[in-house]
């Protein structure tokens, strides 16, 4: 396992972020359990979650991802100092929390005091803004005509951008968490709040994470480029497009207990012909390379140029072990040739 910087933290974290999204509705106890258990044994020590989890979200089983590493934890106090734990605030749009509020200092400081008490912990080494506050360009949002960046009222966004800051720096203080980073946002977002914090005092955001596969590649180069000249850790979530770059769906195949059987908030928007023809292509190539398709997704979003370590899932210990060997991979220059052959004819599938 190879261990990277995390931005401008003192924090070393695996390549390998252990994303725990499935804890809840697709996952038991248990089964949690054991998944954190092997993720720290083979040496990841990096563990990302958030207060909305588990995805699909809703409110009977809201927070229950937070409960079950925190029962782990309960169990295993010992190993708390063994790894890096994330988890994310989340913003408006589910009334269920805090009635569907904005993100801003006061709730800032509710969230993260429910947000210790499932987990079970005294803090949290990275805390996240799960999105941002505007409309922005993500959750099958980056298409033409589905944002406007004329509607945002600019000034509002900034003051409530100082705000948030302020809670952060807050929370800082007292010890509740050590640093702080972003999520699902753009380099507007990044120097925005780069520049209020520098404004107002405050420790710059270490991290963030957005979208990012072969599938969905509008991050690069240009907020990444950002992030490695910023110090800010890039860190893809969904590397295998929800499971559609396994080949799993093929054919309109839904596999029992896959995430395409549970009713998804922003609908199926990854389900498109053009997704489904690239993934075939990457099929092949992954098939030419004697690698399975995941091992084929994963090693390459591994070898991008300031990626710092990339979030996975998975419903078993097997799926985590396959995925986990993808990082020993190195691709060779014909593979990658082929796939860049795919991504001119996809750029932007789905």
């Given amino acids: 396992m190879q261990y990277n910087k995390l931005g401008s933290s003192e924090l070393q974290v695996s390549e390998v972020c252990l994303g725990t999204m499935t804890f809840g509705i697709q996952n038991t106890q248990q089964e949690a359990s054991e998944q954190l258990d092997y993720a720290i044994d083979s040496g990841i020590n990096f563990v990302d979650t958030a207060e909305m989890y588990p995805i699909p979200p809703n409110e009977p089983t809201y927070g229950d991802t937070e409960r079950f590493i925190g029962n782990w934890l309960a169990a295993n106090p010992h190993k708390r100092d063994k790894f890096v734990l994330m988890t994310k605030i989340a913003g408006g749009g589910l009334k269920y929390i805090r009635e569907a509020s904005n993100i801003s200092s006061a709730t800032i400081a509710l969230a993260l005091d429910e947000s210790l008490k499932r987990l079970q912990t005294d803090y949290i080494d990275v805390y996240q803004l799960h999105w941002p506050n505007r409309t922005s360009p993500h959750f099958a949002k980056h298409w033409p ?206």
């Avoid at 509002?156 to 640093?179: L, P, S, T």
């Avoid at 207990?257 to 998804?264: D, I, L, Y």
């Avoid at 990626?307 to 998975?314: D, M, P, Y």
Wanted: proline share 6%; charged share 20%.
């Fill in 145 to 350: 005509w589905r944002t406007n960046p004329l509607e945002t009222d600019l000034a509002k966004e900034r003051d409530g951008m100082r705000d948030i800051v302020a809670g952060i720096g807050a929370a800082i203080d007292a010890g509740k968490i050590r640093h702080w980073g972003l999520s699902d946002d753009t380099p507007w977002g990044i120097h925005t709040f780069l520049n209020l914090c520098n404004e107002m005092g405050v420790p710059k955001p270490v991290s963030i994470q957005n979208e990012f596969s072969l599938l969905h590649l509008k991050d690069w180069p240009y907020l990444i480029e950002s992030c490695v000249f910023e110090d800010i850790a890039y860190l893809p979530w969904s590397p295998l497009a929800t499971g559609l770059l396994t080949g799993k769906y093929a054919d309109d195949a839904r596999p029992k207990g896959s995430r395409w059987t549970f009713v998804q908030r922003q609908g199926l928007f990854r389900n498109t012909a053009e997704a489904h023809e690239a993934t075939a292509r990457y099929l092949e190539i992954a098939a030419r390379a004697n690698i399975t398709p995941a091992q084929l997704a994963l090693a390459w979003v591994k070898q991008v140029p300031g990626v710092t370590s990339t979030i996975i899932g998975g419903t078993t210990v097997d799926q985590l072990k396959e995925n986990v060997s993808a990082f020993e991979l190195c691709l060779g220059e014909d593979t990658k040739k082929q796939i860049n052959q795919v991504i001119k004819h996809f750029p932007a599938p789905f």
